[in-house]
C-alpha cells in the first residue's frame, strides 16, 4: 500500500494547497469587475484605486491557483492512471472543456484586466474584468461537474469488451443533481470568503487609520456582496446536504456519528466523540452531545419523519427499511464480475448464445460492480 499512501498524500496536499486560493479567486473576481463598474459610472478616481488594489491581490491569488490545479490535473494521469484510464471518457470531459474554453478566457482576459490599464479603452478593460470573473466560476463548474459525477456516477455505461465506462448521456453528467449542489454551494462558499476578506483587509486599514476612503468604499461593497452571498449559501448548503443525504448515505453517517438509523433524527450540534466506538457493539457515539431535535431528517429528507440510516444499518443491513447490507452488495458485486469473466471466456470460445446470457447476468448486477472486489 505504500504507493497508495503516498499517491494519496501528494493529491491531498496538492489540492489542501490549491484550494486555500480558490474560494478566494472566485469571488474576488467578481468584487473586482463590481467596483470597475461603480468607477466607470461614477468617474470617481477613488473606485479606480480601490479596483486597483484588489487587482493585485486577486492576481498573486489567481496565479497560485493556476499553478497548483495544473499540478492537480497531472496528478490524476500519474498517481491516478487505472483510474483515469477506465473512466477517462467521461471524467476527462468537463476537464477538458474547462481547460480549452473556461481556463483559456480567464487566462486570455487576465492579461488585460492585469497590464491593460491606459492600454486598451475602458470599456474593454471593465469587460475584461468581468469576462475573467466569468471564466473563472465556470472553471469552477466544470470541475465540480466532474467532482459531482465522481460523487454519484451518472450518464454512463459500461462496456465489457473494451472494459471501460463510456459516456451514455452528456446532459445527464453536466445536469447531475450532485453536480449542480456542489457547484452552487462551492461558489456561495467562496463569494463568503472573498467578502469576508475584503472587509477584513479594509477593517485593518481603519484601525491603522490609513486610506480610510478607500477601506469604507470597499467595506460597503464587501459586506453588501457578503449579505446576498451568505443568503445564497444557505439555500445551497441545504441542497448539498439532502444530496449527500440521497446518494451518498454513509458519507452522512459517518459525517454526523450516526450508527444506529432513527426516525426524527438529530442533528449533534456540540458533541465528545467516543473514540473506542466500534461497529455493531453497544457503546454510546458520544460521551455527551448537545442535539437540535429533528434536524437531520429535515436536512437530509425534508421529511420530519424520515428515517435516517446509520453505519450500522448500511453494513449490517436493514429489512424494514429497505437498506440493503454490505455483504449483499458484495456478493451481487463478485457475480457481476464472475459473469463478465465467463463473457470474455465463452466470447474467445466463439459461443454467442453463452456470452449473451452471460452478458445478462452481468447486467442485472453491474452497478454493484466495485463492491466485488471487497471480501465480505
Do not use: C
Not at 13 to 39: C, D, K, N, R
Not at 192 to 219: H, K, M, N, P, Y
Not at 224 to 231: K, M, R
Not at 292 to 321: E, M, Q, W
Amino acid at each position: 500500500m505504500e504507493l497508495v499512501d503516498w499517491s494519496r498524500a501528494q493529491f491531498a496536499l496538492t489540492a489542501i494547497y490549491h484550494f486555500l486560493f480558490v474560494p478566494l479567486t472566485l469571488g474576488l473576481s467578481f468584487l473586482v469587475a463590481i467596483m470597475e463598474t461603480i468607477y466607470l459610472k461614477t468617474g470617481d478616481e477613488k473606485w479606480l484605486s480601490a479596483t486597483k488594489f484588489w487587482v493585485k491581490l486577486f492576481g498573486i491569488n489567481f496565479v497560485i491557483g493556476v499553478a497548483t490545479g495544473l499540478i492537480m490535473e497531472f496528478e490524476f494521469g500519474t498517481n491516478w492512471s487505472a483510474y483515469s484510464w477506465i473512466v477517462g471518457d467521461i471524467f476527462g470531459a468537463p476537464l477538458a472543456i474547462e481547460g480549452i474554453f473556461a481556463f483559456f478566457l480567464e487566462s486570455t482576459f487576465f492579461v488585460v484586466l492585469f497590464f491593460g490599464w491606459n492600454r486598451v479603452s475602458k470599456g474593454f478593460h471593465l469587460l475584461s474584468s468581468w469576462l475573467v470573473a466569468i471564466g473563472t466560476n465556470l472553471s469552477a463548474l466544470w470541475i465540480l461537474v466532474a467532482n459531482g459525477w465522481m460523487q454519484h456516477p451518472v450518464g454512463m455505461k459500461f462496456n465489457p469488451d473494451a472494459m471501460r465506462y463510456e459516456m451514455g448521456n452528456f446532459w445527464d453528467v453536466i445536469f447531475s443533481p450532485v453536480a449542480v449542489a456542489k457547484f452552487l454551494h462551492t461558489i456561495g462558499g467562496g463569494y463568503v470568503t472573498a467578502a469576508i476578506f475584503v472587509v477584513g483587509v479594509s477593517a485593518w486599514f481603519l484601525i491603522r487609520g490609513r486610506e480610510t476612503q478607500f477601506a469604507r468604499r470597499s467595506i460597503i461593497v464587501g459586506a453588501s456582496f457578503g449579505l446576498f452571498a451568505s443568503i445564497f449559501l444557505l439555500l445551497s448548503g441545504d441542497e448539498s446536504a439532502h444530496q449527500v443525504a440521497q446518494k451518498q448515505p454513509m458519507k452522512l453517517a459517518a459525517m454526523e456519528g450516526l450508527y444506529t438509523g432513527e426516525g426524527r433524527a438529530g442533528i449533534v450540534a456540540f458533541g465528545i466523540l467516543n473514540s473506542d466506538k466500534e461497529i455493531g457493539d453497544d457503546q454510546p457515539e458520544f460521551f455527551g452531545d448537545i442535539q437540535i431535535p429533528y434536524a437531520l431528517s429535515i436536512l437530509g429528507y425534508h421529511d420530519i419523519n424520515a428515517f435516517v440510516p446509520g453505519i450500522n444499518d448500511l453494513i449490517a443491513g436493514n429489512a424494514k427499511f429497505d437498506v440493503m447490507s454490505a455483504s449483499e452488495k458484495i456478493a451481487r458485486g463478485q457475480a457481476a464480475l464472475t459473469e463478465l469473466s465467463a463473457y470474455h471466456d465463452a466470447k474467445k470460445a466463439g459461443d454467442a448464445q453463452t456470452a449473451a446470457a452471460h452478458l445478462n447476468a452481468f447486467d442485472a448486477n453491474e452497478s454493484y460492480m466495485g463492491y466485488g472486489h471487497f471480501t465480505d
